[in-house]
């Protein structure tokens, strides 16, 4: 069974726009990414499955039944997705009551490894610790 065309892209594309809104540093943002990512992890599994007709004995031929564990496993992806989106709403909201905004701030030792990372960056930009070519 080959996938078809229209799957692949609409799945390629929940992906890329997905991961592209869980690198902001919004919370609002992050949880449509994460939206996103699940509803292209949903087309995926679809996309694995067999068509055909209702899978139940007697009423169709065994042969062309459609397979009924991706229906199964994008039901329960789809509980996962509501509970994930459930926490992320929460902590969006309790963030915006705290602070004013759902901005996530950079902690003590993110600055520490980054100030780490520039210092071992020499003036050129390139790598202090490297020994230069002969």
Do not use: C, K
Not at 29 to 35: C, D
């Amino acid at each position: 069974m080959t996938p078809n065309l229209t799957y692949v892209v609409v799945v390629g594309v929940l992906f890329a726009s997905g991961v592209i809104l869980l690198l902001e540093r919004s919370l609002t943002r992050v949880l449509m990414g994460m939206v996103l990512l699940a509803n292209g992890v949903n087309v995926l599994i679809l996309a694995g499955g067999r068509y055909g007709g209702p899978p139940i004995v007697g009423t169709t031929p065994q042969d062309e039944m459609s397979d009924p564990l991706p229906q199964a496993m994008i039901l329960t992806a789809i509980v996962i997705t509501l509970g994930l989106t459930a926490f992320l709403l929460a902590l969006a909201y309790r963030s915006w009551r705290l602070v004013g905004h759902d901005e996530v701030q950079d902690d003590i030792e993110d600055r520490r490894i980054i100030e780490r990372a520039e210092r071992d960056i020499g003036p050129g930009g390139e790598d202090t610790d490297e020994e230069p070519a002969p």
